[in-house]
């Protein structure tokens, strides 16, 4: 409903805009001896004001204009236009009912606008003019929006044609028609962008002291409300790959006992599906709650039970009778995602349990799997059941998206985790002596790979069969902590899609 509501508060500034162009206009058209009718006046009005409701929806400056975001989210792919069918039906009819009336209402002002290829080629040109301008914020170029504008163009050309047929309204010539038209849009444009300015708040120098909302005064109350009015109209035109998304924001101290976690943005969140490596969050969990009063120091010894995983998991390449701390254990899993380490951290936390630390691997696993389903309800899970500690593919194991927004809150709140999740790499040196390097499968971790992004401090990623490419990842972002769960999604669109998520909040 934002996305419909928020432009309203520029029509005042865009009315302006319209009358300016109107009074200019009548004057030329006096001087070509042409008649300015009321019916004008009033298209010329309703289209001023159609302008800006297409520029403030989509080019104004609360969206955040900066060279930094040239090029990071493009899509060249014309037949995405197919997957909003099927998956935004909102985002489709918004293009399309968007610019009927740049199709219909210019056959009323302008002669030339009444010829088919002028005036569908000039909605191609003002969407691909707007998609240009999204180049600069946190959105996207997206040629399918541009497809969409222009069908939408056509449709209004049909409309008005039928239309003109029984109001029979003179046209005015000019020198060609678009010179008009680019007048009125380009005179709207500025009006928005006006208006924009005078919305967003005024920068402060020095170092600032964060303020509950409640104390903050008018004008920064009304400027952050504005902020979060413009997040979650960015949020709402996404198109992500991903067929299960949840965005919350978190407490910014980290510490996860807050009270936060308010949703901003879901997609089929609450539907059943597989967890892949991101349930690892959940093992790393379990593991310290049986772990927590053992010293960090004390080796474990690697068993058989790391045969258990599947010849095609990703592993840390651990083998028996290796020794390694629980720390070491919990980076082996969290960082390369490790299966083999899942279970071997599994076993041992099992037996645990069971106070006996003979018990066999599969008892061990058992009561382990046990206390990790227990753990997930005690954090919020209540709709996850999980069969095994690395997560792959098994009957009978579902989570949900906004579960596991849950249980990376409460993994957040453990500040050992925090650490772990956050390193992009790690060398190990084993009690035996032999020396491992693990590298994160979080690419937004990577410095020197193409989808690196500051804002992100972990968390998880995960990758089957049936859950397809995911990530449970953690962003801070104007002193807000924020977690993203973007779930069966594509290799570079587990990427991409998060990284659109983060972008809407800025």
């Known amino acids: ?230 997040a979650a109209e960015a949020l709402a035109a996404l198109r992500l790959e991903a067929k299960n998304v949840c965005l919350i924001e978190i407490d910014g101290d980290g510490d996860g006992n807050g009270d936060d976690g308010e949703v901003l943005f879901e997609k089929d969140s609450d539907a059943q599906i597989a967890p892949a490596s991101t349930v690892k969050m959940l093992t790393a969990l379990t593991a310290l709650d049986c772990c927590r009063d053992d010293d960090p120091d004390d080796a474990v010894t690697v068993g058989r039970e790391v045969g258990l995983i599947a010849p095609d998991a990703s592993r840390a390449w651990l083998s028996p009778g290796d020794k390694l701390t629980v720390r070491q254990l919990l980076e082996a899993m969290l960082i390369p995602s490790g299966n083999d380490a899942a279970y071997a951290l599994a076993v041992f936390a099992g037996r645990k349990l069971l106070a006996d630390g003979r018990a066999p691997a599969a008892d061990a696993l058992a009561a382990f799997m046990a206390a990790m389903n227990d753990k997930a309800g005690e954090v919020g899970a209540a709709s996850s059941h999980f069969v095994t500690p690395d997560g792959y593919d098994a009957a009978g194991q579902y989570t949900t998206a906004a579960d596991l927004a849950q249980i990376a809150k409460a993994f957040l709140a453990q500040e050992e985790l925090r650490e772990i999740a956050a390193m992009g790499e790690v060398t190990q040196v084993f009690a035996g002596g032999r020396q491992v390097r693990y590298e994160s499968t979080n690419a937004l971790l990577d410095p020197a790979g193409p989808w690196y992004d500051e804002r992100v401090t972990g968390l998880k990623t995960g990758t089957s069969k049936a859950a397809g490419c995911c990530l449970v990842s953690c962003a801070e972002i104007d002193g807000k902590r924020y977690i993203a769960v973007v779930m069966g999604s594509t290799e570079e669109g587990r990427w991409e899609d998060t990284q659109k998520l983060y972008a809407a909040l800025e």
């Open 1 to 230: 409903m934002l996305l419909f509501i928020e432009p309203l508060r520029y029509i005042p500034y865009g009315l302006a805009a319209c009358l300016i162009f109107m009074a200019a206009q009548s004057l030329a058209a006096r001087r070509r001896k042409e008649r300015v009718t009321p019916l004008h006046w009033g298209v010329a009005v309703a289209l001023g004001l159609s302008l800006t409701v297409i520029f403030a929806g989509t080019v104004s400056p609360v969206y955040g204009y900066s060279l930094t975001n040239v090029g990071q989210a493009v899509n060249l792919r014309p037949f995405a236009v197919l997957r909003d069918l099927e998956g935004s039906l909102v985002n489709l009819w918004v293009n399309l009912l968007l610019f009927v009336p740049v199709g219909a209402l210019p056959l009323f002002l302008w002669q030339r606008f009444r010829k088919a290829p002028v005036a569908v080629l000039t909605g191609a040109a003002l969407s691909a003019a707007i998609e240009t301008l999204q180049l600069f914020c946190a959105r996207a170029f997206d040629i399918d929006d541009i497809i969409l504008n222009t069908v939408g163009t056509a449709v209004g050309f049909l409309i008005g044609r039928a239309a003109l047929r029984k109001v029979r309204a003179p046209g005015l010539a000019g020198r060609s028609g678009w010179d008009g038209f680019g007048a009125l849009a380009g005179l709207t444009l500025a009006a928005v962008f006006a208006a924009g300015l005078t919305f967003m708040p005024t920068p402060q120098a020095g170092p600032q002291e964060t303020v509950p909302p409640g104390l903050l005064p008018p004008q920064a109350q009304a400027a952050d409300e504005r902020a979060r009015i413009a």
